[in-house]
């Protein structure tokens, strides 16, 4: 069982802190794997820190980068670190667009060179909102956030499914289930 409350790490700018200040906004970018909704890192604040600096060298971004602290109030959760949803996540998918399906494998995770466009999941972003839609739908209660194990990163050893950045993610869907507690900036 998952506690009610938990603490979540987001990395980001900061230029984007004074409007998160004032409260975040659920994130509507399709290429996010959870669907939409704000990521936190589920006690993992080196992994928000190595993020927030990766986000802060984008050519895009201005500003240093910054870890928010947060307590989150999981309220209904779409909890994948159990198996129940996954027949009924299959069963979707296979009736959904495939070619809206189509995204990176995880094979892209032992190539040499990086695609530039690894984690643009919009495949599993069309499904997951799918899901949630028909979740909702059948129990007639919103989904406040989902949580889930990402891979990500390289495998410690040649034959190992340790991988040297993997984490929980926990995506916020309603935004006032957010506590900011404190932010931390990076040079």
Not at 2 to 12: C, K, M, R
Not at 74 to 79: F, Q, R, V
Not at 95 to 114: E, F
Not at 119 to 128: P, S, T
């Amino acid at each position: 069982m998952i506690a009610s409350t938990v603490i979540g790490y987001h990395g980001t700018t900061t230029e984007r802190v004074a409007g998160i200040n004032t409260g975040f906004q659920a994130g509507k970018r399709a290429a996010s794997w959870l669907g939409e909704g704000i990521y936190f890192f589920y006690n993992a604040p080196l992994h928000a820190e190595n993020w927030s600096k990766t986000v802060a060298k984008r050519k895009t971004r201005t500003g240093k980068p910054v870890v928010i602290t947060a307590n989150i109030t999981l309220g209904n959760t779409l909890n994948l670190l159990d198996s129940e949803h996954w027949d009924r996540m299959r069963a979707i998918a296979n009736i959904l667009d495939p070619n809206r399906l189509k995204q990176l494998s995880p094979k892209a995770l032992y190539l040499k060179r990086t695609p530039k466009n690894l984690g643009e999941n919009v495949g599993d972003h069309y499904l997951m909102e799918a899901y949630i839609n028909w979740l909702e739908d059948e129990t007639k209660t919103e989904i406040d956030t989902v949580i889930a194990a990402f891979i990500e990163g390289k495998p410690i050893h040649p034959d190992s499914w340790l991988f040297d950045q993997s984490h929980v993610a926990i995506s916020v869907r309603t935004p006032g289930r957010i506590e900011i507690q404190g932010q931390q900036i990076f040079d």
